[in-house]
């Protein structure tokens, strides 16, 4: 098993850098024929949908579909799936990132009885505190 990097994610979906884009394509097809899989961790997520918002300009309805297809492609492996499925759940309905969704999540899964947060975004999930300044 081999570890995909963010950057090889977004060179995958967006196709911007031809060269790039090729060998991403080639190297993740390479598995698919061989039966193998790919790990992604959750920080390569995060990072992944940072940038299609952030420099692609994706809404938040072209990402979740992505995200999804990623968790059910058979070469990707997702650590820690079951968490990424659901914060890929509270993505689609609420208005907070899914790096704070997944973090969230992965911190109730730890034993956390909250998260404590300044982001407002966030006051009405039940897994996140809002303090103020």
Same mark, same amino acid.
């Given at each position: ?7 090889? /994610? $977004?060179? !995958? ?8 884009? %090729?060998?991403? +394509?080639?190297?993740?097809? @390479? +598995? ?10 959750? +920080?390569?997520?995060?990072?992944? +949908?940072?940038?299609?918002? %952030?420099? !692609?300009?994706?809404? =938040? ?5 992505? /995200? ?5 492609? $058979?070469?990707?492996?997702? @650590?820690?799936?079951?968490? $990424?499925?659901?914060? /890929?759940?509270?993505?689609? $309905? ?6 704070? !969704? !997944?973090?969230? =999540? *992965?911190? @109730? ?10 982001? @407002? *975004?966030?006051?009405?999930?039940? =897994?996140?505190? /809002?303090?103020? *300044?």
């Amino acid at each position: 098993m081999k570890g995909l990097d963010t950057n090889l /994610l $977004v060179r !995958y979906i967006v196709k911007d850098a031809p060269r790039q884009a %090729a060998v991403a +394509v080639r190297e993740i097809e @390479a +598995v698919r024929s061989r039966s193998e899989s790919l790990l992604i961790q959750p +920080v390569a997520l995060c990072e992944l +949908v940072w940038v299609l918002r %952030a420099a !692609y300009g994706l809404s =938040r309805g072209e990402i979740a579909p992505l /995200l999804e297809q990623m968790l059910i492609t $058979v070469q990707f492996e997702i @650590a820690d799936n079951d968490t $990424v499925r659901q914060a /890929l759940n509270d993505y689609r $309905v609420g208005p907070g990132d899914f790096a704070d !969704y !997944y973090l969230g =999540r *992965a911190n @109730a899964a730890a034993g956390a009885e909250t998260t404590l947060t300044f982001h @407002a *975004a966030l006051r009405s999930n039940p =897994r996140f505190t /809002l303090l103020r *300044a």
